[in-house]
T-cell receptor, first 115, second 112 residues
Framework: DAGITQSPRHKVTETGTPVTLRCHQT?????MYWYRQDPGHGLRLIHY???????DKGEVSDGYSVSRSKTEDFLLTLESATSSQTSVYFC??????????????FGPGTRLTVL | AQTVTQSQPEMSVQEAETVTLSCTYD???????LFWYKQPPSRQMILVIR??????QNATENRFSVNFQKAAKSFSLKISDSQLGDTAMYFC?????????FGGGTRLMVKP
């Protein structure tokens, strides 16, 4: 299994509070991604990173920010959590970009509940 | 924007039988990649099979095979000799650039 960990694995928070999710990899892969999974929507890309300090927006980026100060860590921040951000969040990594044939490896997911 | 549609929210199959999961997509691109991912109850996302659009030959991985119809923009997954461990959510996904687009998923139940 690819070395990807996510923390925390579960979190319950209140509306309006900031939340940061962490993705850590030991594979030294260049690309890292954050997705959210909601019933009926599959996984949708929030943000991705193609190198240290290089990030770009995905399909559902509103209300989220990311940072990558080291190759191995990719942080997802909800500045002011809302109930619509209740979801399961997945981190993924790949050796090359999504435009390549390379497989994306997924972390175990973080279940976030915003009350 | 590309869209991926999985029209079967839920399916069931008897153990040892064959089942086909449907996927259609919308794109104006000529070169792209298609994937099927499996998500068992553990929630882990697992790549099952992948197909390059410029390859006419359908991909096969053991009991899993695809029927890729480029003109029809269809990419179905066939599971032969279904096993109890195949019970999972299955997601079709499309990639032609910087975004991997997923379908809504099909929940497959394999019955003993």
């Amino acid at each position: 299994d690819a070395g990807i960990t996510q923390s925390p694995r579960h979190k319950v928070t209140e509306t309006g509070t900031p939340v940061t999710l962490r993705c850590h990899q030991t594979e030294n892969h260049r690309y890292m991604y954050w997705y959210r999974q909601d019933p009926g929507h599959g996984l949708r890309l929030i943000h991705y990173s193609y190198g240290v300090k290089d990030t770009d927006k995905g399909e559902v980026s509103d209300g989220y920010s990311v940072s990558r100060s080291k190759t191995e860590d990719f942080l997802l921040t909800l500045e002011s959590a809302t109930s619509s951000q209740t979801s399961v969040y997945f981190c993924a990594i790949s050796e090359a970009g999504q435009s390549s044939y390379n497989e994306q490896f997924f972390g175990p997911g973080t279940r976030l509940t915003v009350l | 924007a590309q869209t991926v549609t999985q029209s079967q929210p839920e399916m069931s199959v008897q153990e040892a039988e064959t089942v086909t999961l449907s996927c259609t997509y919308d794109t104006s691109e000529n070169n792209y990649y298609l994937f099927w991912y499996k998500q068992p109850p553990s929630r882990q996302m697992i790549l099952v099979i992948r197909q390059e659009a410029y390859k006419q030959q359908n991909a096969t991985e053991n009991r899993f095979s695809v029927n890729f119809q480029k003109a029809a923009k269809s990419f179905s997954l066939k599971i032969s000799d279904s096993q109890l461990g195949d019970t999972a959510m299955y997601f079709c996904a499309y990639n032609a650039g910087n975004m991997l687009t997923f379908g809504g998923g099909t929940r497959l139940m394999v019955k003993p």
